[in-house]
């Protein structure tokens, strides 16, 4: 090959790598593809660096707090690889530890279940459960004990998904709103509107399956939506229900079809043998499963103070370690509540309006003026309560149908739980007043 021809093949070599090499340590261009999500997969111990949806604090690994004179510090025997305490009205995180920790979430999943699925169907509506509602219910599941070819309203149903927290129930409604895969990106889509990015959904249930993780953060967020509406507060709430049983021929040959009585599994709400009803408790939900250890989102109320606390696999193995370590940081949180400075916040949904509305307003946040449609037609799942706090309401009821509260025979007592700005077509934000008052 003559000299000429080499000295450009050269050239030309040389000019190729230097434009490689330029594109490849250039700015990415505005227009690029979207950064991917972070991997499904839960790590073994805490990333350096998570998300830091509600503040860059929420995002660094370990506990977060600003100790100060006259706040109390964290309890030293907490053991959870991930917890949260926060003011479930004003949406301040008190004290974190690990919060954007990806986690398997076991059955705690179904607060999202539930603020996806709930509004859907009229509580007294009926299904016949058919042989495919169960067929792909995971082995080992927790259940209520639903049986094919039997008839149940929504409203038996969805006392099975909170107090037993029944995967059978849970595949049943996922069936009737679609089917599993359907109701699965529901509420993927939803976790996205909630913000709640450290989520992803493979089973409607919580039910051990690959990829599938949440957070403390996230799980915090799905109850403090779920909270929203009358119906989640009925149920979280409700310690015993009588359930539907098997139709059976009675000796005389007749076909009658008896009940049996389920408990909430909440241990904070219904006690145990080495647990007592915590003070002022209202909720969530609990889960446990082998890839998740126990998991479990509480709220409680004391002195005005509403607090949400979540927390993820205690390395302890008491038994009902998990709840003893929420009490304890409920008992914190309500020391702390008015003297510790926040380290973040629990975010508003992305479409929600009137973000700076302050809990207790006696003004409508944002330019909604309307009110939602209550129960109409056997009752939605959807809060019916007016912008204004239903505390200063003149009865339970209200005159006009709005502001009503829930009245729950809990514990011996009668709790009633109040809320004020309603979940609207146009949501309001922050979390309405949420006051439990035992009587």
């Known amino acids: 090959m003559p000299a000429s021809k080499k000295t450009a093949k050269h050239s030309l070599l040389v000019t190729s790598a230097t434009l490689l090499s330029a594109a490849l340590i250039a700015p990415v261009p505005a227009f690029a593809a979207p950064k991917p999500k972070p991997s499904a997969t839960p790590s073994v111990t805490p990333p350096a660096k998570m998300s830091s949806v509600g503040g860059e604090r929420l995002g660094l690994a370990g506990t977060q707090v600003n100790l100060s004179d006259g706040v109390p510090v964290i309890p ?10 926060s003011d479930a009205e004003s949406g301040d995180v008190l004290a974190s530890h690990n919060a954007h920790w990806r986690l398997p979430p076991a059955s705690t999943l179904k607060m999202l279940f539930a603020d996806t699925v709930l509004p859907k169907f009229p509580r007294t509506m009926k299904h016949k459960v058919a042989v495919t509602d169960l067929a792909d219910v995971g082995a080992g599941s927790s259940m209520v004990g639903i049986k094919e070819k039997e008839t149940y309203t929504v409203h038996d149903l969805w006392l099975g998904v909170f107090l037993r927290s029944g995967n059978d129930a849970v595949h049943v409604l996922s069936h009737m709103n679609g089917g599993v895969a359907a109701t699965v990106k529901e509420m993927n889509e939803h976790a996205e509107e909630l913000q709640a990015l450290d989520t ?10 690959k990829g599938q993780v949440s957070s403390a953060y996230d799980l915090t967020l799905f109850a403090r939506s779920g909270l929203q509406k009358k119906d989640f507060r009925e149920y979280c709430s409700t310690v015993s229900a ?3 049983g098997e139709t059976k021929k009675n000796k005389q040959g007749k076909l009658v079809r008896g009940s049996f009585e389920i408990q909430n599994t909440n241990r904070l709400l219904a006690g145990d043998s080495d647990i007592s009803v915590y003070q002022g408790i209202a909720g969530v939900k609990n889960g446990n499963t082998t890839n998740a ?5 509480g709220v409680a109320e004391r002195g005005g103070k509403v607090l949400l606390v979540t927390v993820m696999n205690p390395e302890k193995t008491e038994h009902n370690e998990v709840y003893k370590e ?3 940081l409920l008992d914190w949180g309500f020391r702390a509540a008015g003297k510790v400075q926040p380290v973040g916040e629990l975010v508003a949904p992305k479409g929600a309006t009137g973000a700076s509305a302050k809990p207790g307003s ?7 003026s309307g009110s939602d449609s209550g129960e109409a037609g056997g009752g939605s799942g959807t809060d019916d309560s007016s912008a204004s706090p239903v505390a200063k309401a003149s009865s339970a009821s209200g005159a006009d149908g709005r502001g009503m509260g829930v009245a729950l025979g809990i514990a011996g007592g009668v709790l009633v739980l109040l809320a004020g700005a309603a979940f609207l077509v146009n949501r309001r934000w922050p979390l309405p007043e949420l006051v439990r008052r035992r009587r």
């Open 76 to 85: 030293k025997d907490i053991t959870a690889r991930s917890w949260i305490v």
């Open 200 to 209: 992803n959904v493979v089973s409607p249930d919580g039910y051990d399956e």
């Open 242 to 244: 009588k359930f539907p």
């Open 293 to 297: 250890g126990a998991t479990f989102t």
């Open 326 to 328: 929420t009490a304890k």
């Open 362 to 368: 006696t003004e409508p946040a944002g330019s909604d």
